[in-house]
């Protein structure tokens, strides 16, 4: 079974889930999500749901740190930039290949989204308060730890060996 994200932070009982959840020998654990103090990306409400539907929540969770990237391009005047189908799959992928790979996917994901969650929030909060220059200085600093995170993710993915044999 895959390993929840968000292992490493607080847990807290989720009030709005108790009202979705239905009663289930699973209902405890997906009442209790870890991260709920501050989920500025939703990432952790977004994973006990895709635990309950049966998805993968390492999907949803990559999704999610996807859309908060979005937020901090637009708050660091970046365009939006399509998702690659190596980014949109990179879940997937990294479940195919399995072992070392998948685990240090797994891990990097969390890790990203620590350091990417705290970030967006002290952009939010900073947004009227701190003069446009800063804020988009900021932005542009987590823009850049974003994308060199996430492609050292992607550097996880197997080379493929599309190259024909040589038949000698």
Do not use: K, Y
């Not at 895959?2 to 009442?31: K, T």
């Not at 804020?135 to 050292?152: G, I, N, V």
């Amino acid at each position: 079974m895959e390993q929840p994200p968000f292992q490493s932070f607080r847990a807290a009982r989720d009030p709005e889930l108790e009202r979705i959840v239905p009663e289930s020998p699973d209902r405890n654990a997906a009442l209790f999500l870890p991260g709920r103090a501050g989920d500025v990306l939703g990432a952790d409400r977004l994973a006990a749901r895709a635990r309950l539907a049966g998805t993968s929540p390492l999907d949803t969770v990559w999704t999610a740190l996807h859309e908060a990237a979005r937020a901090v391009a637009h708050l660091a005047g970046q365009a939006p930039e399509p998702l690659r189908p190596d980014v949109r799959n990179f879940p997937a992928i990294m479940r195919a290949t399995g072992g070392w790979r998948a685990e240090q996917a797994r891990q990097g994901i969390e890790d990203l989204a620590a350091v990417l969650q705290p970030g967006l929030r002290a952009l939010i909060a900073a947004q009227g308060h701190a003069p446009p220059g800063a804020l988009q200085s900021a932005a542009q600093a987590l823009w850049q730890e974003f994308q060199t995170a996430r492609a050292a993710l992607l550097d996880l993915i197997p080379p493929l060996n599309l190259r024909p044999h040589d038949r000698g």
